[in-house]
């Protein structure tokens, strides 16, 4: 029963990190209707962020996370405005290749600036945990889980309590109808697509606290999101919540099944999120009107 509750703590805060990681990733889609390819790429640089403060200025890496975020939030602004934006209304495939190049672009930056060598931040508390009975709760992920719920509550703040988040929902309804009551587009896309990028660039940051990155490692993070937000549903800030802790859940536990390992957690939550496209199309908590 005890290895059983340590596997629901560590499927609980695996989840944290993938709602951390979707959260940008669902904004973006949702509003803007953009599979964004690129986005494990932003998730990476906002890893590298926290890495370089951490190794040349010693910067815990949860206080480099609001550097990160303004960070991103810079990048993704300026590559939504002067990239994506002119291809904002085309086809959704030309959006994917146009993503699907941003990605390979980011990523052969890193590769010359920082090669290929595997990186990793180690603070302090690194390998220490909470005890609670004979569960463990590592403090680096019970960390990034807080961090993950705080994105999730500002973006629903944002989103719901603000003008900006009201212009962002009324463009993600009708562009058009937003459009002849005097929401900028260009700039809601841009905020929106900024918005997105500064949550990978957090999310990034959360990784590297308890996993050695490289150039090349954001590709996983992007199907991730996207299972998440399948799973969950698109359209709310809850959705990719449940979203991402059951997508969590679903691969530590299918780690401990009788007769599979940790190669098949994977592929037993990318099962269950096929099931779950052909029972419940809509996501486990659908998506709103």
Do not use: K
Request: no cysteine.
């Amino acid at each position: 029963m005890s290895q059983f509750a340590q596997q629901v703590v560590l499927g609980l805060l695996l989840g944290g990190i993938y709602v951390a990681v979707a959260l940008g990733f669902s904004l973006v889609w949702g509003i803007l209707n953009i599979v964004n390819l690129a986005h494990g790429a932003l998730v990476i640089v906002g890893a590298y962020i926290t890495w370089d403060l951490f190794t040349r200025l010693h910067v815990d890496p949860f206080l480099s996370l609001p550097v990160d975020a303004l960070a991103l939030f810079v990048i993704g602004y300026a590559l939504q405005r002067g990239v994506i934006n002119r291809l904002i209304r085309a086809p959704l495939l030309f959006t994917f290749l146009l993503t699907f190049g941003i990605n390979l672009v980011i990523v052969s930056l890193l590769l010359l600036i920082f090669t290929a060598d595997f990186r990793s931040v180690t603070p302090s508390y690194s390998g220490s945990g909470l005890h609670l009975g004979s569960v463990i709760i590592p403090y680096i992920r019970l960390g990034g889980l807080a961090v993950a719920l705080a994105m999730a509550g500002v973006l629903w703040a944002i989103l719901n309590r603000t003008r900006i988040g009201a212009a962002i929902l009324a463009v993600g309804a009708d562009r058009d109808a937003a459009q002849l009551v005097g929401v900028d587009l260009r700039h809601i896309y841009a905020l929106t697509f900024a918005i997105g990028a500064a949550f990978a660039g957090v999310a990034g940051g959360i990784i590297s606290t308890f996993q050695s990155i490289t150039p090349t490692a954001g590709d996983p993070y992007t199907l991730q999101a996207f299972a998440v937000v399948i799973l969950g549903g698109l359209g709310r800030v809850s959705a990719t919540i449940a979203g991402g802790l059951a997508f969590g859940l679903i691969e530590v536990l299918g780690q401990s099944a009788p007769g599979l390992g940790s190669g098949f957690a994977n592929a037993i939550a990318f099962v269950v999120l096929v099931l779950v496209l052909v029972i419940r199309p809509r996501g486990l908590l659908g998506r709103l009107a």
